[in-house]
């Protein structure tokens, strides 16, 4: 473990307040739901609790179905990263924390379709990504029990590529079975 130098007391109700910086640092928000952990020595681990993180291995086939399915790189995000990808870009996108603009998408529950080809710009799907990688994307946000949990993200590199209503209906079949998934 890391040591922060900050100390905080527990309060009567036994809550204690994350500082701000760390909350920041760790994309921490309000309302998000933490794990916790004790370890052999007494000490009490917070870690941020992913829904859809439990679904790893399955996310993993889900997100390599969709590629044998419509041959474009296929990922699965929680609300933080990037936790499952198959095709061609899985070494630059599987861990990556995702862009914030991709929060905000799923946050709000908006879906994008945009290609290259057609003079849309791309919004950067990692944090380390400048946008400029791929041709053409589709991010269909994941929803369980009316709370955006993730979502399911479809790219590709070929030149002039864009997404027809085949692969919007695979990536949003498989957005709302994952969703379910989590309610059940």
């Known amino acids: 473990m890391k040591a922060t130098g900050i100390v905080r007391r527990i309060d009567e109700l036994g809550r204690v307040v994350i500082p701000k910086e760390i ?3 760790l994309r921490i928000r309000e309302g998000d739901p933490l794990e916790i952990f004790v370890d052999r020595e007494g000490g009490v681990i917070l870690k941020k609790y992913s ?3 439990e679904l790893g ?3 993993k086939e889900y997100a390599e179905s969709i590629h044998q399915a419509v041959g474009h790189i296929a990922a699965i995000c929680d609300r933080d ?3 499952a990808v198959s095709g061609a870009g899985k070494k630059e996108l599987y861990e990556r924390p995702v862009n914030e603009e991709i ?3 799923m946050q709000s ?4 379709c945009a290609s290259t080809s057609d003079g849309e710009s ?3 799907i990692t944090t380390d990504d400048t946008g400029d990688r791929y041709t053409a994307e589709l991010i269909i946000p994941i ?3 009316g709370d955006a949990i993730g979502a399911v993200i479809l790219l590709s590199k070929e030149d002039g590529a864009s997404f027809d209503q085949t692969e919007i209906k695979v990536c949003e079949t498989a957005a709302g079975f994952m969703g379910k998934q989590m309610e059940s």
């Open 81 to 83: 990263s990037i936790i």
């Open 143 to 145: 929803i369980s029990a």
């Open 109 to 112: 529950r908006t879906r994008i």
């Open 57 to 59: 291995d399955f996310a």
């Open 23 to 25: 909350r920041r640092t």
């Open 51 to 53: 829904p859809i993180g």
């Open 103 to 105: 929060e905000q998408l």
């Open 122 to 124: 791309l919004i950067p």
